[in-house]
């Protein structure tokens, strides 16, 4: 009968088997999560509030090569919107999307309820390009909305104009009480000028030739203050050329 032979290690090889061993067994370190797709160029989710009409809505910016459905989910995971292409979108695809959700005025849609409906969180952009590969993004979605600067425009002796705006460092009364970081300003007069300038400016000077091109009458004019958040409030104002 074949009697087992005992195999006598000495300390040195006992240790160098208990490491082996260990080493062998270790658990290997997780790899880095990879994307699942190709990802959008832009993909962002904002509030605009208009301090003038006290109204209130969601603005959607997307940028994406080639793809032909996509979809929005909120962090409750319910998707909130949907687009398709058909015909030759399927086809072809599409790249760019900028749309506007209704803007209810508050005085008669209460604040609560219209932020209730857009918790704040990540939002997911999902979709397939023409070639079925998936294309994503996501939007951090934040309720710091900034307060609407006070405008001012005055006429100057040489027919320039200067439009001047307070600087926007809280949120507007009744508005939840976040943290507000305006990072520019937007000066907008419809269909003639849209400018953005730096957080530390305060005024914009229309030289006498622009303001002459103008015809005679009033001129609406919006200031936007545009948060670190992406979210940002418009005031209006106006100016009358002669």
Same mark, same amino acid.
């Given at each position: 009968?074949? !009697? ?12 160098? @088997? ?14 880095? %999560? ?13 509030? +605009?509030?208009?301090?003038?009409? &006290?109204? @209130? ?7 994406? =090569?080639?793809? %032909? !459905? ?7 995971? %319910?998707?909130?919107f949907r687009v398709s ?14 749309? +506007? ?5 508050? /005085? ?17 952009? +999902?979709? %397939?390009?023409?070639? &079925? =590969? ?12 900034? /307060? ?13 104009? !200067? ?29 003639? @000028? /849209? ?19 103008l015809p005679a009458g ?8 545009? /948060? ?15």
């Open positions: 009968m074949n !009697r087992p032979r005992i195999v006598f290690l000495s300390l040195s090889a006992i240790v160098a @088997l208990a490491t082996a061993l260990a080493l062998s067994s270790a658990v290997s370190p997780p790899e880095a %999560k990879r994307s699942q797709g190709t990802q959008l160029e832009i993909a962002t989710i904002h509030w +605009e509030y208009n301090a003038t009409a &006290n109204d @209130l809505g969601v603005h959607v910016s997307l940028d994406g =090569e080639d793809w %032909k !459905r996509l979809s929005i989910t909120n962090p409750l995971h %319910k998707v909130i292409g058909g015909g030759p979108y399927k086809q072809l695809g599409m790249t760019e999307l900028f749309f +506007e959700g209704a803007e209810p005025s508050l /005085d008669e849609f209460p604040l609560e309820d219209l932020l209730a409906l857009f918790p704040e969180g990540t939002y997911e952009f +999902e979709g %397939k390009t023409v070639d &079925n =590969e998936p294309i994503e993004g996501s939007s951090f979605f934040s309720h710091a909305i900034p /307060d609407g600067p006070h405008v001012s425009a005055t006429v100057g002796t040489d027919g320039s104009v !200067r439009i001047s705006w307070t600087a926007v460092t809280a949120p507007p009364p009744g508005f939840p009480d976040e943290p507000i970081h305006v990072v520019s300003y937007q000066v907008l007069v419809p269909e003639t @000028l /849209d400018v953005i300038v730096p957080s530390s400016v305060l005024s914009l000077t229309l030289p006498p030739e622009y303001v002459a091109a009033e001129h609406p004019f919006e200031v936007l203050a545009i /948060d670190a958040s992406t979210n940002q409030t418009t005031s209006e104002g106006s100016f009358v050329t002669h």
